[in-house]
Every structure is written in C-alpha cells, then in structure tokens.
C-alpha cells in the first residue's frame, strides 16, 4: 500500500509544478486520506515540492505514524497556523492553494490573514480529478462493498413481508452490511414502498409493508473507506399492470446505459442513451435526475452522469447507472448497478437479479 501513497504524492506534485503552485493544503477528509493513507478526523496535510508533512492532534499522532508512513507527522497543540508558517517559511513558498470547494469562508479569512505567502490560491479540482480514475486496489475494495450490498439484498428478500414497517427493512439492511464487515452505510437508507416510491429519495419512513405495494430499496455499505451504491424495486404481490410495464422500460433502459458505458463517451451521452429510451416510451416527464454519478471515497463524485455532465469517461472510472421512472400516486421504479469503464464493455459490479421479483 505504501507503493501507491507514493504514487498519489508524485501524482499531485506533477499537476502542482504544471499549475506553478510550490504548495499545497488539504483539509478535506476524504481527499487526505486518498493522498496519505491516513483515517482520522482530524488533519490537514502540508506537501510541497521536496515535503510532505501531516499535521494532526495528540490523539492520532501513532496512528498517523503508522498509516502514512510517507508523511513527516506533526503534532500541533493550540494553534495550527503557526505550525503551517513555520513549514511555508521553511519550504520559501510563495503560492500556496487550498481547498476551495471545501474551505468555509471563515476558515478562508483566517488562512489567508495569518499565513505568510504571496499568494494564497484555489486549488480547485486538482485532487478531484486524480481520484477519478481509480487504481486496481480501489476497485477492490469497491468490488467489496459492493458484494457487501448484494448479499444484503439476497438477505432482505427472506425478510420483508407484510406488516413490517420500512424503517424495520432499513435497520436490518444495515445490520446485515455490518456482520459481513462494512463500516457503515454509504448513505441513509431508502426504502419507499406503495406510492411512496415515487420519492426517489423517499428514505424509510414508519410506513407498514402492504400487500400489492412496490418497494424500491437504495443502499449501499462502506468498506475500508470506498463506498457501493444499489437499487433494486421488487412487488409484494401480483404488481399494478402500469408498474410491471415500467419495471420492463426501466430495466431495458439500465441495459442501455450500461452499453454506453465505454471510454471515450461523454458523460451526458450516456445519460442520453438511457433517458432518450424512457422518453420513446412515453414517460421522459417521469425521469426526473440524471442517469449517475461516481462513486468511490464518497458515494457521489465525479463523473456525474446527466445532461450537465462535462467529462469524457475514461478506463479506470466507476459510476452508477440508475434510471427510473417515477409517478405520483402510483409509485415509481428504479435500477441501479456499479460499474467500471473498461474499454467498450463495462465491467459490472453488481450482481443481485434484475429480473422482476414478486414476493
């Protein structure tokens, strides 16, 4: 593992000499720990061009140590600026970039006012951008989550019955990722069933499970940091004829998203080649979000997979395809699987059934 912190630090060192920025800091969370290897709340990482510093508490220094064997570990006590001037100092920096799709105003003030550089600057999507394209482990450990939802689905399809409330469906989703090793969930948990399923973020409320609903489940397990994300929308009972002919367009329109996913696509292309088929069929008003999103250190990133979509996906990248067809009063469906753009043929994560399931 340490090979690959190495790799990430050459990795955003060569986009800092191209942008002229001598250093840069790193806040965010997620974005330290894909830099450093390092899982604590509470750090922010100093790197320039010769070092690489991780500045944390009393309470993570050993750990720091230990996962981010590449870093220089720096404990600071009361006021971290004076830690980080005496680095910029130390290092003769003039540009330093932050974080600023992450940094609070507030913060910013601070930082810029006490902080001795020329030039304090955004760094924008810099990290971002690396983390986009994802390495062998990455997609390991994703594959993990993943496998970790689909187990959960095989589960829960044993469990709901009529008369159990949607927070109860919810709550053993989620104790079930947990026993097969997850650290938590990617998300809050949907359950919507009836005609709340025509909330496509209809998180599980006290509702009770009837006979002749539709229930769409959206979840998804965190395993060693990565994130997997799943739909799947089953019947209890014989379903409403509507409703089993939109589970047929939707399930149809998945496969096509899935055949654009290919190196080379614009983003908001793929998202086309499943949106235009729910449209040929009548219900493009009911298709409301876009097609999907990465997923990876977080369960959104990039690339986002919509008409507002602006990269090209390349190899290496995981994204969600998840169309669905949503109608008030009746309910609504929804299909998603975690796939890797591999070349012109996806490699696709998920594995639960897709076929319509009546309980």
Partial sequence: MTDIYTSRLKNIRSKMISGEIDAILVTKRVNYMYLSGFTGTAAILFISRDRAVLLTDFRYEEQAAHQAPDYEIVRYERD?????????????????????????????????????????????????????????????????????????F?????????????????????????????????????VASGKRASMPHGVASDKKIEHGDVITLDFGAIYKGYCSDITRTVFIGKPDPELENIYG?????????????????????????????????????????????????????????????????????????????????????????????????????TRSSKELIIL
């Fill in 80 to 152: 971290q600026f004076e830690d980080i001037n005496r680095l910029v100092k130390d290092e003769g920096v003039n540009r330093l970039a932050f974080e600023d799709n992450h940094l609070s105003y507030s913060q910013y003030i601070k930082y810029s006012e006490k902080l001795d550089v020329k030039e304090f600057v955004p760094l924008g999507a810099m990290i971002e951008e690396l983390r986009c394209i994802k390495d062998p482990t990455e997609i390991g450990l994703i594959e993990k989550a993943v496998e970790i939802a689909d187990d959960a």
């Fill in 154 to 190: 095989t589960h829960i399809l044993g469990f709901i019955r009529p008369g159990i409330t949607e927070t109860e469906v919810a709550d053993e989703l989620e104790y079930h990722m947990k026993r097969l090793g997850a650290e938590g969930k990617s998300f809050e948990t949907i």
């Fill in 249 to 349: 367009i939707v399930l149809a329109a998945n496969k096509k998203g899935l055949e654009a996913v290919r190196s080379g696509m614009p983003a908001k292309e793929t998202d086309l080649a499943a949106r235009n088929f729910i449209k040929e069929a009548g219900y493009g008003d009911y298709f409301g979000h876009g097609l999907g999103h990465g997923v990876g250190l977080e369960i959104h990133e990039d690339p986002t997979l919509s008409f507002k979509g602006d990269m090209v996906l390349k190899d290496g990248m995981v994204v969600t395809v998840e169309p669905g067809i949503y109608i008030s009063d009746i309910g609504g469906v929804r299909i998603e699987d975690v796939a890797v753009v591999a070349g012109d043929t996806p490699q696709v994560l």
